[in-house]
């Protein structure tokens, strides 16, 4: 069984964990509103605004056994930039404030998920990090263009405000194809067992990013502007 198949298989209860979100199945069915919409789109930028500066840690901390993986590592940096201005742009579109998200403040649940992204590369494995970008890119994947098909269809947004989800829909395919060429290369067991126990911890936190969707407590939300 190559890596990335046992990957899959041995974090297939975290990810389910994640898709029991209630806020994800809701959006799957086009039963979320335009506050919803928003919501996802603050803690999206404050996450996705950190991954230049994560692949790059990622990259730096990488042992020099592993110096083949660097140009892989430079492909995702080009790839992802600017990719926290798209959201931006999307709250615009959506009717919302994006100055408030970019000036604003990640919810706790967001503020956790990167500062474990952070703490895994330094203090645990710089893989590990692979693992939020399997949890990111295969939830992405499998379920972004079909979210965003049921919200605009919900909401009546233009395509400008599904920018985000849209082209990470599209990108995430690919990238999802070179991530398993990439790990599949790897071969000692303390970097995949890095790689399964990230991904075990991401599905987790990313999870609870969802969940927090839902909690009645809230702070530093783009408002949506008055019809």
């Given at each position: 069984?190559?890596?990335?198949?046992?990957?899959?298989?041995?974090?297939?209860?975290?990810?389910?964990?994640l898709l029991a979100a209630p806020i994800?199945?809701?959006?799957?069915?086009?039963?979320?509103?335009?506050?919803?919409?928003?919501?996802?789109?603050?803690?999206?930028?404050?996450?996705?605004?950190?991954?230049?500066?994560?692949?790059?840690?990622?990259?730096?901390?990488?042992?020099?056994?592993?110096?083949?993986?660097?140009?892989?590592?430079?492909?995702?940096?080009?790839?992802?930039?600017?990719?926290?201005?798209?959201?931006?742009?999307?709250?615009?579109?959506?009717?919302?404030?994006?100055?408030?998200?970019?000036?604003?403040?990640?919810?706790?649940?967001?503020?956790?998920?990167?500062?474990?992204?952070?703490?895994?590369i330094r203090r645990v494995h710089p893989?590990?990090?692979?693992?939020?970008?399997?949890?990111?890119?295969?939830?992405?994947?499998?379920?972004?263009?079909?979210?965003?098909?049921?919200?605009?269809?919900?909401?009546?947004?233009?395509?400008?405000?599904?920018?985000?989800?849209?082209?990470?829909?599209?990108?995430?395919?690919?990238?999802?194809?070179?991530?398993?060429?990439?790990?599949?290369?790897?071969t000692d067991e303390s970097d995949l067992?890095?790689?399964?126990?990230?991904?075990?911890?991401?599905?987790?936190?990313?999870?609870?990013?969802?969940?927090?969707?839902?909690?009645?407590?809230?702070?530093?939300?783009?408002?949506?502007?008055?019809?």
């Open positions: 069984m190559k890596f990335h198949e046992r990957l899959i298989n041995e974090t297939a209860d975290a990810r389910q964990g994800i199945g809701r959006a799957l069915m086009g039963e979320i509103d335009r506050s919803d919409y928003l919501r996802f789109l603050h803690e999206a930028y404050h996450h996705v605004r950190h991954t230049v500066p994560l692949l790059r840690a990622c990259r730096d901390a990488l042992p020099s056994r592993l110096d083949w993986m660097l140009p892989a590592m430079e492909e995702y940096i080009a790839e992802e930039e600017g990719h926290d201005d798209w959201i931006l742009d999307d709250i615009r579109f959506a009717g919302g404030d994006a100055g408030a998200t970019r000036d604003g403040d990640a919810g706790m649940a967001t503020e956790v998920m990167v500062a474990y992204a952070y703490d895994t893989l590990g990090f692979l693992g939020m970008v399997h949890v990111l890119e295969g939830t992405s994947a499998a379920l972004a263009l079909q979210a965003a098909d049921s919200i605009q269809k919900r909401l009546g947004l233009p395509d400008r405000a599904m920018t985000y989800l849209r082209s990470h829909g599209h990108l995430d395919q690919d990238h999802t194809d070179h991530f398993a060429t990439l790990v599949d290369a790897l067992a890095a790689i399964v126990h990230g991904a075990r911890v991401f599905y987790r936190l990313y999870g609870d990013v969802f969940r927090s969707l839902d909690e009645p407590a809230r702070t530093a939300l783009p408002a949506a502007e008055a019809a």
